[in-house]
């Protein structure tokens, strides 16, 4: 009986915190990776386009397109990347563990105590205490073992959103590689993709002069350099970035709502905050779909 | 200042210490990504059905050396040491603007070739020198073929 008042204890203290309520949090962690993998794309396009036309311009116009600045280029673009995207990647992907209790690590000690309650056993294998006191205490052990998670898991979640000032010179940067700074130059996104578009123009207007005496090898490769600008289109006028600029803005308004109530269940300025995230997220993925059209 | 002096002055325009936290990235070099590029498109106009296949070749690979420089000042991002002679920006335009009084008036498709690929040169020197000699002798170096091409064609 004194288990048993202890134990009602300890479910009446429970009932009365409530649970936390993570979907917020997991939430944002989704359309952090959604958002990320966008990113990463990208910054992969540039690096590996820059070979590609070189590529073309070797095969078309016999040129040694130097390939040694398409490698400065990959390793800018790669260190930049690890600096910021990746960064961002294994934040969104730490909240999400976070948020979804299956992927945290349980307390070692807990999980102990809930082992030594199912192994009180006798010599002949028979549990040594009483059946429903065993399954009582593996109850109570789930239950604190869930509530010192929980605690665990919140602390942790805003150990990360405490972050949130270091978070948003990492995006920052990111957002100045695919938009530009406030004083209005060119994002070096698109200045180099300006450059590979210039290098395809070469070669096009190179099939040109050559097109009387070579003509069907000048036709089928301005109809695939063509292609290959139009791939360019989208990116090297601007609105790619424009959106992925947008998107990132949308992300840092997100997790600062979220940092100030991650847990608070109904929460009606986040629910708005989340719903313009996911919009801007999806909106990139649609301009950065037809681009590829 | 002179203009005439201007490829020279490039080179032995005091070079300046550089101070801790002082670079030199792709994102201030905006004029000189433009002029390469604008090199490059110009030279696309010289792409005719008579232009023969040699000259063509040659003007592909000019414009090909200029767009890959190009992308080298993008991807650029050297940190000066403190106390070291820093290249500055205005090194690299005034430079610039040389070459392009020399190359506007220039009408021969050898010398015009040969100016470009000699102001290409003397970026690539300019941004991976460790001496402050190299630097100046790139400079002079890049006055001489210009005012050469100038007088040729």
């Known amino acids: 009986m004194r288990y048993w008042s202890r134990f009602s204890l300890i479910l009446l203290l429970v009932s009365l915190t409530g649970c936390a309520n993570f979907a917020a949090v997991k939430g944002?962690?989704?359309?952090?990776?959604k958002l990320t993998s966008a990113t990463a794309d990208e910054f992969r396009f540039v690096s590996t386009h820059c070979l590609e036309v070189a590529k073309v311009r070797w095969i078309v116009e016999g040129v040694d397109s130097k390939g040694?600045?398409?490698e400065k280029l990959a390793g800018a673009v790669g260190e930049l990347t690890s600096?910021?995207?990746?960064?961002?990647v294994i934040y969104g992907q730490r909240l999400g563990a976070l948020a979804d209790a299956k992927q945290f690590d349980f307390g070692e000690n807990l999980q102990k105590t809930k082992a030594s309650f199912i192994g009180l056993k006798d010599r002949e294998g028979k549990p040594k205490v009483d059946t429903a006191v065993v399954n009582a205490g593996i109850a109570i052990t789930d239950l604190l073992l869930k509530l010192a998670t929980e605690t665990q898991r919140r602390e942790a979640v805003g150990q990360l959103l405490a972050e949130k000032e270091s978070i948003r010179v990492l995006a920052?940067?990111?957002?100045?590689?695919?938009?530009?700074?406030?004083?209005?130059?060119?994002?070096l996104y698109q200045l180099q993709l300006k450059e590979d578009d210039g290098s395809?123009?070469?070669?096009?207007?190179?099939?040109?002069?050559?097109s009387s005496r070579e003509p069907i090898r000048?036709?089928?490769?301005?109809?695939?350099?063509?292609?290959?600008?139009?791939l360019l289109k989208k990116r090297v006028d601007g609105s790619v970035g424009r959106h992925l600029g947008d998107a990132i803005d949308a992300w840092m308004a997100s997790l600062d709502k979220l940092s100030s109530k991650a847990f608070e269940p109904d929460w009606k300025e986040w629910k708005e905050q989340y719903e313009a995230l996911k919009s801007r997220v999806n909106e990139v993925k649609k301009a950065i779909d037809s681009a590829r059209k | 200042m002179n203009k005439e002096l201007k490829a020279t002055a490039a080179a032995d325009r005091t070079l300046n210490s550089a101070k801790t936290g002082d670079a030199l990235t792709g994102a201030e070099l905006h004029k000189a990504i433009y002029w390469l590029?604008?090199?490059?498109?110009?030279?696309?106009?010289?792409?005719?059905?008579?232009t023969s296949i040699e000259d063509l070749k040659a003007i592909s690979q000019q414009q090909s050396d200029l767009r890959a420089q190009a992308t080298g000042l993008i991807a650029?991002?050297?940190?000066?040491?403190?106390?070291?002679?820093?290249?500055?920006?205005?090194?690299?335009?005034?430079?610039?603007d040389y070459a392009k009084g020399v190359i506007d008036k220039v009408t021969i498709l050898k010398q015009r070739l040969d100016s470009i690929a000699a102001v290409v040169t003397f970026l690539g020197v300019l941004l991976t020198a460790t001496k402050i000699g190299d630097i100046i002798a790139a400079g002079n170096k890049l006055k001489g073929d210009l005012d050469s091409a100038s007088k040729k064609g």
Not at chain 2, 37 to 50: R, V
Not at chain 2, 81 to 95: P, S
Request: proline residues 1%.
């Open chain 1, 28 to 33: 944002f962690s989704e359309e952090t990776g």
């Open chain 1, 68 to 70: 040694g600045n398409c």
């Open chain 1, 83 to 88: 600096n910021t995207n990746e960064v961002l």
């Open chain 1, 172 to 187: 920052g940067f990111m957002k100045v590689f695919f938009v530009g700074d406030s004083s209005g130059t060119q994002p």
């Open chain 1, 200 to 210: 395809l123009k070469d070669v096009i207007d190179s099939l040109g002069a050559l």
């Open chain 1, 218 to 230: 000048a036709r089928e490769w301005t109809d695939d350099v063509k292609a290959r600008r139009q």
């Open chain 2, 37 to 50: 590029n604008a090199q490059a498109d110009a030279l696309n106009n010289e792409k005719t059905a008579n």
């Open chain 2, 76 to 96: 650029l991002n050297i940190q000066w040491l403190a106390g070291q002679a820093k290249v500055e920006v205005e090194h690299i335009n005034d430079a610039l």
